[in-house]
């Protein structure tokens, strides 16, 4: 089946392609959420709803058993971001980070999610708790 150009198999798939160099030197593949948890912490992760737009992540079993791999992409497990609950830790801000940013402790960095899921679900608590 083709790739849906808005899901970020078919950026990866075009990397590999057309820039191959780039593609074997990547150690992780993931979404903003992953880049931000690695800059602040030093380890990198991915919700279930971020991942679910990867075409790599299991929706209907979403056991955050972590991203598949493809023969097609021939990467490595280690190319796929671990992926935790949204509204799990990846740890703590790193002393370094929290100094630059100028903060008193290093707290925890909750990995969040997708705005549009995370917009749904908060929809749908207000609605509860009515």
């Known amino acids: 089946m083709p790739v ?3 899901c970020s198999l078919a950026s990866i ?9 780039l593609f074997e ?3 992780v593949f993931g979404h903003s959420n992953t880049y931000m948890a690695r800059w602040l912490t030093g380890r990198f992760a991915i919700d279930p ?3 679910s737009l990867t075409a790599l992540y299991n929706t ?5 058993d972590g ?3 493809l023969p097609e992409l021939s990467a490595s497990r280690g190319q796929a971001s671990r992926v935790i ?3 799990g830790s990846t740890g703590r801000v790193t002393p370094k980070i929290a100094l630059e940013l100028g903060l008193a402790r290093e707290p925890e960095v909750v990995i969040g999610g997708n705005d549009a899921v995370l917009a749904a679900y908060s929809v749908g608590v207000r609605i509860r708790v009515r």
């Open 67 to 69: 991203m598949k791999t």
């Open 49 to 51: 709803s971020s991942a």
């Open 25 to 27: 030197k990547a150690c």
């Open 4 to 6: 849906a150009g808005g």
């Open 60 to 64: 209907n079993e979403n056991n955050l």
């Open 85 to 87: 609950p949204s509204h």
């Open 13 to 21: 798939l075009w990397i590999k392609d057309h820039h191959p160099e």
